[in-house]
């Protein structure tokens, strides 16, 4: 196949055109696909309209004052109670608060509509046990330092001190709103009838406003970037491999959340075993906050790898140190990448860039030191390919000089607090294309794509699928070839047990998590096929393996696992720190 780079920059100039129209129109709040109308209070002068949604119907109450229909701990209509501290009633039925997944304020001229929406009932049941938000009626909300809000704070009658970390809005109705100098907020920060007080160091990311009367102010973006302390931190960081040994990094980064200035990161340290320095400049800038549109760039000098899918850096690091394993292979790149970004949606982000590196190859060192390996040695850097490739491989990448251009893009709309809490999708897909004239070392295309979902079937249990595919146009080099086996892949197999330039894989996972526990027990399916050539995959043998496996709060993770293509073949241990998609 060939690529033509006429359409790709159309396309490229298509998007970007897109992604500017839509920063300049964009809503505050878009609303998910699993996520349904709960609940709406409508307030315009002393008029108050509550709303309750059942599925495509819908029940309004219009009260001329809510004080007149306000007692104690009850608002009232036509002598039947329509909200308490457990939440709204409508004809006998109730709508808790704790089934509210998100919360909006949307400002209509004087109008001030609160929205409050709930996870569709059919997607997920287990989100039904998972409180996330603190809502309140007459009673005073106190957020402490240290503590963390996974939701939203709301508050009727009754005021709201925070001094922790909200991950979401902050709303008062009829109360007023105080946040100390140590609070994170990373949603609105609005009061209905009351005041906000913010203290001089407070973090806010979104919007501060109050309103009632002539009570009403609007804090701009500046302003609030002046009031808060400004996010230098230090960076060190620490690596150890088979290539560079022992590597400590010190730098510095800064961090504006409010995307006025640009966030920079600055790091340099030494390689002890491969004797080289490692550097890295980067900045980046944002635009239109609620759907961003990023312009960065880098450059730097860096040991390198593509297996970052299969382990990450900080986790390799603990096996090399503990167990003489290195389950990544390395070259070293010198060079720079920029690119531009849209980012639609919270979980959805489109990236194109240029790559421009040289190449410079490195060998293990096998002997260095491991805390319980013994005699044990690290394998050689790209061991696992046959040693005539490996030769040829490791003599076309020295000192070779790389340009490409690199459009990609990622997926996931998983909860990071609790991964497997309810159902969701991940993914990612890369091209990256070499244009003619550009290269003398390389011509290739590469094409690498990765989905999973995971399907909750009710609070404990549910099915993780992921499937994956890599291509390739031209002949891919050693740094840039597909591995199957092992970890991420084929497990029970030999770790990167087979290479070439086309693959397919899927793995699935059955998950119970035993009741009142973080043990999760995993029963296990693994298949694949890769071959040497592009368009040969169909001739390739399909390989198999099955296994079971437990994992602890999703932080360290057991597998026992056995191939099928070989009747003699044994069981095979593997051991995972966290969750690596």
């Given amino acids: 196949m060939t690529i033509n780079k006429y359409p790709i920059i159309i396309i490229s100039l298509i998007l970007l055109s897109l992604n500017l129209q839509a920063a300049e129109n964009y809503k505050k709040f878009d609303l998910p696909l699993d996520l349904i109308n709960y609940m709406e209070i409508s307030l315009e002068g002393k008029t108050a309209v509550m709303t309750v949604f059942a599925g495509d119907s819908s029940q309004s109450f219009r009260m001329e004052s809510l004080e007149d229909n306000r007692s104690y701990h009850e608002i009232s209509y036509q002598g039947s109670v329509v909200l308490n501290n457990e939440g709204f009633m409508s004809s006998g039925a109730g709508y808790p ?10 400002f209509d001229n004087k109008k001030t509509r609160i929205l409050f929406y709930q996870k569709d009932p059919e997607s997920d049941v287990k989100f039904r046990s998972r409180k996330k938000n603190n809502i309140s009626i007459f009673n005073d909300i106190n957020i402490a330092g240290g503590d963390f809000i996974r939701g939203s704070v709301v508050s009727f009658w009754a005021d709201i001190v925070i001094n922790g970390e909200v991950n979401e809005d902050v709303i008062a109705v009829y109360g007023d ?14 009061s209905i ?6 203290a001089k160091g407070a973090t806010v990311y979104g919007r501060v406003q109050a309103s009632g009367g ?16 400004k996010d230098f931190s230090t960076i060190i960081r620490f690596y ?25 990161e600055i790091y340099s340290g030494y390689a002890f075993s491969s004797e080289e320095w490692r550097y890295y400049v980067g900045l980046e800038q944002s635009f239109w906050l609620k759907h961003p549109i990023t312009l960065g760039g880098s450059f730097y000098r860096k040991l390198a790898t593509q297996d970052d899918w299969l382990m990450q850096r900080n986790d390799n690091t603990v096996f090399a140190l503990l167990a003489t394993e290195d389950y990544r292979d390395y070259y070293e790149a010198e060079g720079g990448y920029i690119f ?3 980012t639609p949606l919270s979980y959805f982000n489109v990236e194109i860039g240029t790559l421009v590196e040289k190449y410079t190859w490195l060998d293990a060192h096998t002997d260095l030191w491991s805390m319980f390996g013994g005699s044990k040695a690290f394998g050689s850097n790209f061991g696992s390919v046959p040693a005539a490739e490996r030769a040829s491989g490791i003599e076309a990448l020295d000192g070779a000089e790389m340009a490409s251009i690199i459009l990609k893009s990622d997926l996931d709309n998983s909860d990071r607090e609790a991964r497997f809490g309810q159902s969701f999708w991940m993914g990612t897909a890369e091209l990256e294309w070499l244009p003619d004239g550009w290269n003398d070392d390389f011509d290739f295309t590469r094409y690498f794509v990765r989905a999973g979902r995971f399907q909750s079937l009710n ?17 891919l080099p050693l740094h840039r070839r597909y591995f199957l086996g092992g970890l991420e892949t084929l497990l029970g197999y030999r770790h990167k047990e087979y290479s070439g330039q086309e693959f397919w894989l899927g793995n699935v996972e059955y998950r119970l998590t035993f009741p009142k526990t973080d043990i999760t027990g995993l029963l296990l399916y693994n298949a694949g096929q890769i071959s040497e050539e592009a368009g040969k995959l169909g001739d390739a043998e399909v390989k198999q393996s099955i296994g079971i496996g437990v994992s602890f709060e999703e932080s360290l993770r057991l597998d026992l696992s056995r191939r099928l293509d070989r009747s003699d073949s044994s069981f095979q241990i593997y051991v995972r720190l966290g969750i690596n998609f």
């Fill in 240 to 264: 150890y491999d088979r290539v560079d040994g022992a590597t400590p990094l010190l730098g510095v980064q800064f961090t504006d959340e409010d995307s006025l200035l640009p966030n920079v």
């Fill in 340 to 342: 531009g970004r849209f």
């Fill in 459 to 475: 609070e404990y249990s549910g099915f993780y699928i992921k499937a994956g595919y890599g291509g390739s146009d031209g002949l």
């Fill in 193 to 198: 009838d009351g005041k906000v007080d913010i």
């Fill in 214 to 229: 002539k009570k009403k102010f609007q804090f701009d973006r500046w302003t609030r970037w002046h009031n808060k302390e």
């Fill in 177 to 190: 709103i105080s946040v100390g100098q140590q609070a994170v907020i990373r949603g609105d920060v609005i």
């Fill in 97 to 106: 608060f704790d089934l509210i997944d998100k919360t909006d304020v949307v």
